[in-house]
C-alpha cells in the first residue's frame, strides 16, 4: 500500500466524518417480569456479620423458577459468600446496600476456570453465572469484593507507614522483605512458575490446595452468558480482575463505578475476553490494572478456542488511575476485530491508548476506530502499539532496570501476532511521557494505521519502530525534549501529512536503518538541515513535498 493511497483514504475518511466508519453494532438488553423479592424474605441480615450466602442464593433460585424477575438487596451490609447468578433474575441493589463478600477463604472451593486466557484452577468467584441468559446486576449499591485479603503488595508501592500497618495485619514478608503475602499459601504460589494453576493431569487436588490462597478470584465472571446488564453498581476491592465476561454475546455495562487500590496487582477494571456485542459506557474506572481491556485467550489455547472479541462500543468513560486506559491484549490470541470507542478521558493513567502482544500470541487485531480521547497527564506514553510486552508494568519502579529488547527476523506462522486496520483521530493530550510509541516486529510490522487531527503536549514526541503504511495526518507534536522530536527505526511508507511541531520547528528528525524507505514530511514545517541519517538510512528514504 503506497503512501498516495493512504493520502487519499485519509482525505476521503475526513471529509466523510468519523460517523461513516463501519455500522455500530446492535446489542441486544434484557428484559425482566416486574415480580420482586427482597433477600430479607429468605433469612438474609444487614449487619455486615451473618453470613447471607444461602439466604442469598435461595431468593435467586426461587425468582428463577418463578419465570425471573428482580432480587432486591435493601439498603445494609450484606455479608456472603459466592453468589451464583441464574437465568431471567436482575440482582438490584438499593441504595445504600453494599454486598460485602466474605474474607473466610473456605468460603471459596477450589473450580476449573479460565485465568489470562488459559484454563486454570481459580478460587470460585464471588459473583458468577455460566450458561446463563437475561441477567443483570443493577442499582445504586456497592459489591466489595473484600479483595484485600486475597492480594499481594509490594513495598515499594506504599508509604512507611501503610507499610508498617499492613505487616501488624499478620500475613508472611518475601526473604527480601519487599513483598507482603495474606498467607503461606500464597507466598508458595507466588515462587512457583508461572500459572501453577493451569489445569495438567500431573497435578494432583492436593497440589492445587497447597496453593489456593494464590488462585486468587475475579470479582465477577460471567461464562457463556447471553443478553447481560451491569448498571449503576459501584464494583470495588476486586481480588483480581474486577469484571470478566467470557464467550458471552450481548453485554452492556452502563452508568457503573470500578475502583480498586492504584497498587493492586492484576486489579483490572473490565476484561472483555472472546465476547461479542458489547457496549460500555458513561462508567468511571480507578484501578490497579488496565481499565478497558478486550482480550481473546492466550497463544495455543486462545488460537484453538478461536473467538475473537467483536463488534464492541465503548464511549463516554473515564479511567484515573489504570496501567491502560483502553487496552487491547496482550492476551488477544482469538483475535479482536470491529471495535469503536470515543469520547473518553484518561486522566493520569500510566498510557492512554495500549495495544499490546508478544511473539507466540498469533492473533489478528484489526478494524479499530477511535475518536475524540482527552488526556492529562500520562505517565507513560499517550498512544502506544508495542509488539514486545513483557508482563511488567508499564512504568519502572524507582530504581529498577529495563533491558531493550533484543531485534531479530524470526518466521511468519501462527503464533505471529497482527496489529492493522486501525483509524485514531481527534486525540487532544495535555502531558504526557511521549506522544505516541510504535514498535512491530521486524517480520510483522504495526501497519495500516491512521492518526488524524491530533494536539499532543509531551516531554518527547514520535518513535515509530518496525511500521509500515503509517499516515500521520493533521498531527500537532510540541514536545519538551528536542533530540529527536521524530524518531523512525527500520520502518517504510510513512506519510507526514501537516505535520506541525509548532513553534520547535528547529528540532531534528532521525531515520535509522537500511530497511527504512518511503517515508514523507508533505506540507509540514520541516528544516532539511535538521534531518538526520543514521544506522544505514539515508536520505532516499526521504521526500519533503510542498
Known amino acids: 500500500m503506497s503512501w498516495k493511497f493512504l493520502l487519499s483514504i485519509t482525505l476521503a475518511a475526513s471529509m466523510s466524518g468519523y460517523a461513516q466508519s463501519p455500522k455500530l453494532p446492535a446489542i441486544q438488553q434484557p428484559v425482566f417480569r416486574k415480580d420482586t423479592l427482597s ?31 428482580v432480587v432486591l438487596v435493601p439498603q445494609g451490609l450484606w455479608l456472603t459468600g459466592p453468589v451464583l447468578l441464574k437465568s431471567n433474575v436482575n440482582l438490584h441493589l438499593s441504595v445504600g446496600a453494599t454486598l ?23 478460587n470460585q468467584s464471588p459473583i458468577y453465572a455460566e450458561g446463563a441468559e437475561n441477567i443483570a446486576i443493577t442499582g445504586k449499591g456497592v459489591i466489595d469484593g ?28 518475601s526473604e527480601d522483605k519487599k513483598t507482603w503475602y495474606p498467607s503461606e499459601k500464597t507466598r508458595k504460589g507466588s515462587q512457583l512458575p508461572p500459572n501453577p494453576g493451569l489445569i495438567v493431569p500431573d497435578k494432583s487436588p492436593v497440589f492445587y490446595d497447597s496453593i489456593k490462597d494464590f488462585l486468587r478470584p475475579n470479582l465477577l465472571v460471567l461464562t457463556n452468558c447471553k443478553k447481560i446488564l451491569l448498571e449503576g453498581v459501584t464494583f470495588q476491592n476486586s481480588p483480581a480482575w474486577c469484571l470478566h465476561p467470557i464467550m458471552s454475546e450481548h453485554l452492556t455495562v452502563r452508568n457503573i463505578s470500578v475502583k480498586n487500590p492504584w497498587f493492586a496487582q492484576n486489579g483490572d477494571g473490565i476484561d472483555v475476553e472472546s465476547c461479542r456485542y458489547v457496549l460500555i459506557e458513561n462508567s468511571v474506572f480507578d484501578v490497579g490494572d488496565d481499565a478497558l481491556c ?14 475473537p472479541t467483536q463488534d464492541v462500543i465503548i464511549r463516554g468513560c473515564t479511567v484515573y488511575a489504570a496501567h491502560g486506559g483502553f487496552v487491547i491484549g496482550s492476551e488477544m490470541s482469538g483475535g479482536a476485530r470491529n471495535i469503536h470507542v470515543s469520547n473518553c478521558t484518561f486522566m493520569g493513567t500510566d498510557i492512554g491508548l495500549r495495544f499490546k502482544t508478544t511473539r507466540g500470541r498469533g492473533g489478528v487485531v484489526e478494524n479499530i476506530f477511535i475518536s475524540d480521547i482527552y488526556m492529562k497527564d500520562i505517565p507513560g506514553d499517550a498512544i502506544l502499539f508495542d509488539m514486545y510486552y513483557m508482563a511488567k508494568d508499564p512504568l519502572p519502579m524507582a530504581g529498577e532496570k529495563r533491558e531493550l529488547p533484543k531485534v531479530e527476523h524470526k518466521p511468519v506462522d501462527e503464533t505471529t501476532p497482527t496489529f492493522r486496520n486501525f483509524t485514531i483521530r481527534n486525540v487532544y493530550v495535555n502531558g504526557a511521557e511521549r506522544a505516541i510509541f510504535i514498535r512491530g516486529l521486524p517480520e510483522m510490522p504495526v501497519k495500516d494505521i491512521l492518526l488524524e487531527n491530533m494536539m499532543l503536549q509531551a516531554k518527547k514526541g514520535i518513535d515509530v519502530q518496525e511500521a509500515s503504511d503509517i499516515v500521520f495526518s493533521d498531527v500537532r507534536v510540541l514536545a519538551e525534549e528536542n533530540d529527536p522530536s521524530v524518531d ?34 508533505r506540507k509540514s514545517d520541516i528544516n532539511p538541515p535538521l534531518l538526520k541519517f543514521e544506522l544505514g538510512a539515508t536520505q532516499k528514504s526521504v521526500t519533503l513535498e510542498q
Open 39 to 69: 433477600v430479607v424474605v429468605k433469612g438474609a441480615k444487614p449487619d455486615g456479620y451473618a453470613l447471607n450466602t444461602k439466604a442469598i442464593n435461595d431468593a435467586i433460585t426461587a425468582m428463577h423458577q418463578k419465570g425471573g424477575g
Open 100 to 122: 460485602l463478600f466474605t474474607n473466610d477463604f473456605d468460603q471459596y472451593p477450589l473450580v476449573k476456570g479460565n485465568w489470562e486466557g488459559l484454563p486454570q484452577w481459580r
Open 146 to 173: 473484600n479483595g484485600g485479603a486475597w492480594r499481594m503488595v509490594k513495598k515499594d508501592k506504599l508509604t512507611e507507614s501503610q507499610w508498617k500497618k499492613l505487616l501488624a495485619s499478620g500475613g508472611v514478608i
Open 294 to 307: 478486550m482480550k481473546s485467550g492466550r497463544d495455543a489455547a486462545g488460537r484453538l478456542r478461536a473467538m
Open 488 to 521: 523512525i527505526t527500520q520502518s517504510r511508507n510513512i506519510l507526514f501529512d501537516k505535520l506541525n511541531l509548532g513553534k520547535n520547528r528547529m528540532l531534528s528528525i532521525r531515520v535509522n536503518g537500511e530497511r527504512s524507505e518511503g517515508i514523507v514530511f
